[in-house]
């Protein structure tokens, strides 16, 4: 369970298209006294994006960032562009520097070397001569295992294998620190992840002609493979039956927030009598475990469906369940024929974007998920010098000292519950940039020809190197898991080891730049950083205490307190209206909800202890510092969406879209209303008894 700060990455928005499925003081003020006018630029921070014609008091968000919403572009291969796509991209261009000099080294290098292997996983890609010689060929070992399955036993030793090479089908498993006592490796079942993730998508009248373009696309997709075009289409809605039945029975996104709701311990012998249609004991010795004694199920009612369900289909239903499961989940490492089918679903029908990214971008992003290690230690080495990394730290420690500051002077919470808080707090660990030590790859086979295999490989060795952690001591890894990579733009708090990582992504010009003022930095990357810090104190973050384990260390009337807190702000944000009819969902989006609070208050707060009195009353484009600061964090989600993906985000991601990240946080901090002189009967002002303080 990780809580990061973007609500969608670049990155991710392509797999989207594709796949479907952030002590006293150090002293590190900037010179604010010398500045008189901000460099003005296209991306990041600038005056020129605001729309000065708008008024703040009716719609902050059109004028922090007005001017750039009027002019963005959203490109035809995207389905948003935002600030932080804008950073993906400046990374990408320097990643793409990376890989191709890599490239051009690869053959003189020892293989297992990062530099063999990220030239070499490039090459394999962007062969797509070789790729449309090969055809369906990489599939077909596979899929000839499908094919002679005699019996639903079988079923067991086909699902082990294809999990540990990334086909998730229908059972699904991870170790993990374990939630109670996180000292010790838990073997975790999780649902399997469907093709397409929205569970609505499966269930709502409103997703009837996507469903029907799914069809189309599953029996395009069978055809691909040598189906002929009558027997594809009966496969599909059998398939499609099959993934409706799983989604009937998933936890909804707003379900699947409940910590406790999703740990449930089963020995063996339980798991085994309460699902006895599938051989647990084997599927486990098949992924390399042995002696399993218990196992966390996230969502029994799943596991119960997915008995029952190996009951009553036949075996040629489950061989055609997965054959397509396969197929859908490798059919990008193939040729442009899979691919382009691929994309004309998940990417032109869910989403509206019309165009395939150039396949350098593809290649690049794949790799920057596969192989990311490799690549992210290039990446450092190359454009994360150490005094950017110093001056994040001293950020850092000046957002923890306002954090514990405020912790002392809360005025709801109970001196006992308040020690505890400070405890977790003082044990938080913050890791900037990269990790200590860096994850080997070198004994992974990488082939200039084998694009397909390269992926399996990694994807197998990656599984492997995870389920061998279940007897081991728990090692927590920093920087290993998607949305923590050191080349993404985003940041992370971890409950189960109490960590915030902050990748060398993000800390680059626009979102953290030494040149501009401290109202603009504390308020971007300053708020990133306290909004991280805050997930550790959010309605889930709270559940957990300084070492990882979920163990309730509140008093009751602090915890009472704490939700009544919390459940004024899901009244707020289920008020937002994002398309017509369309609602934030304020309990889906809870946590970061409390997180963007948190963030966006605390560095207000770090900023005016950071600035004398002179320098507070100076502008800089004609603005204060504490207007700068609101600008800044209208700025820093400045976003244009396509409504395809909107909808879906609303219904399925815990962040808000991004006018509600901006003015939701906003109207409860008190600073904001005389800032901009915002009055009774204006649109954006709340009466002080309805504004909501927690951290």
């Given at each position: ?167 998730s089908s229908i059972v699904d498993q991870y170790v993990a620190p ?306 923590t990579f050191p080349t993404q733009v985003n940041a992370a708090y ?202």
């Amino acid at each position: 369970m990780m809580k990061s700060i973007a609500h969608i990455s670049l990155v991710t928005m392509t797999a989207i298209a594709l796949l479907g499925s952030q002590p006293e003081y150090a002293s590190s003020q900037s010179t604010d006294s010398t500045l008189s006018k901000a460099e003005p630029s296209q991306q990041g921070f600038s005056v020129n994006h605001m729309d000065l014609s708008v008024e703040p008091q009716k719609n902050f968000y059109q004028f922090a960032a007005g001017n750039w919403l009027k002019k963005a572009v959203i490109p035809d291969d995207k389905p948003s562009v935002s600030s932080f796509d804008e950073l993906d991209e400046q990374n990408n261009q320097k990643i793409q520097k990376i890989i191709k000099e890599a490239q051009a080294k690869s053959s003189q290098s020892p293989k297992g070397s990062i530099t063999q292997q990220v030239g070499d996983f490039y090459t394999a890609g962007m062969n797509t001569e070789l790729l449309e010689k090969l055809g369906a060929t990489p599939l077909k070992s596979e899929l000839n295992k499908v094919k002679t399955l005699t019996s639903k036993k079988d079923l067991i030793p086909l699902l082990a294998h294809q999990n540990l090479i990334g086909v998730s089908s229908i059972v699904d498993q991870y170790v993990a620190p374990d939630k109670k006592q996180a000292t010790v490796n838990a073997l975790y079942l999780s649902p399997a992840t469907l093709p397409v993730s929205n569970r609505e998508f499966y269930l709502s009248p409103n997703f009837e002609p996507q469903r029907k373009a799914y069809l189309t696309h599953i029996a395009k997709m069978l055809s691909l493979i040598g189906e002929n075009p009558s027997q594809a289409e009966a496969q599909a809605k059998t398939i499609l039956e099959m993934e409706t039945a799983l989604a009937k029975v998933t936890l909804s996104p707003t379900e699947a927030r409940d910590v406790d709701k999703v740990y449930n311990k089963f020995t063996l012998a339980q798991l085994q009598k309460s699902y006895p249609n599938f051989d647990w004991q084997q599927y486990f010795s098949l992924l390399g475990l042995t002696d399993v004694k218990e196992v966390i199920v996230e969502e029994p009612r799943y596991y119960e469906k997915v008995n029952v369900l190996l009951k009553e289909r036949s075996l040629e239903d489950w061989k055609t369940y997965q054959r397509w499961q396969y197929l859908t989940a490798k059919a990008v490492y193939l040729n442009d024929d899979f691919l382009q089918e691929k994309f004309d679903f998940f990417g032109k029908t869910m989403f509206g974007v019309t165009a395939l990214p150039p396949r350098n971008r593809i290649i690049t992003d794949t790799l920057l998920s596969s192989l990311n290690p490799p690549i992210s230690q290039l990446f450092v080495k190359q454009y994360f010098p150490p005094a950017t990394k110093a001056k994040t730290e001293i950020m850092v420690a000046n957002i923890k000292a306002e954090f514990k500051r405020r912790l002392e002077q809360n005025p709801w919470m109970s001196e006992a519950t308040r020690q505890k808080a400070i405890a977790k707090l003082d044990k938080m660990k913050i890791l900037v940039g990269y990790p200590e030590k860096w994850l080997d790859y070198s004994a992974i086979e990488i082939k200039a020809d084998d694009y397909f295999g390269n992926h399996t490989r990694l994807t197998e060795w990656k599984n492997r190197y995870n389920l061998a952690k279940l007897k081991q001591p728990v090692v927590t890894e920093y920087f290993v898991l998607n949305g923590t990579f050191p080349t993404q733009v985003n940041a992370a708090y971890v409950p189960s080891s109490n960590s915030i990582q902050i990748p060398a992504g993000i800390l680059q010009p626009p979102f953290f730049d030494a040149k501009l003022d401290n109202a603009v930095n504390y308020c971007s990357i300053g708020a990133v950083i306290a909004h991280e810090f805050t997930h550790g104190f959010d309605d889930k973050g709270r559940l957990f205490d300084g070492d990882g384990n979920r163990k309730d260390w509140w008093t009751k009337e602090d915890g009472e307190n704490f939700s009544q807190r919390a459940n004024q702000l899901v009244k707020q944000y289920n008020q937002y209206e994002v398309l017509p009819g369309l609602f934030v969902n304020g309990q889906l989006t809870l946590g970061e909800n409390i997180a963007d609070l948190g963030g966006i208050t605390i560095a207000l707060s770090a900023l005016k202890r950071s600035l004398t009195a002179e320098k507070l009353a100076t502008k800089i484009d004609g603005f204060t510092p504490e207007q700068r600061c609101f600008i800044a964090w209208g700025q820093l989600w400045k976003t244009k969406d396509r409504p395809e993906i909107v909808r879906q985000l609303v219904q399925t991601n815990p962040h808000p879209p991004s006018e509600f990240r901006v003015t939701g946080p906003l109207v409860n901090v008190p600073e904001f209303f005389p800032t901009f002189s915002i009055k009774k009967g204006d649109p954006l002002w709340r009466d002080p008894a309805e504004r909501v303080t927690i951290w």
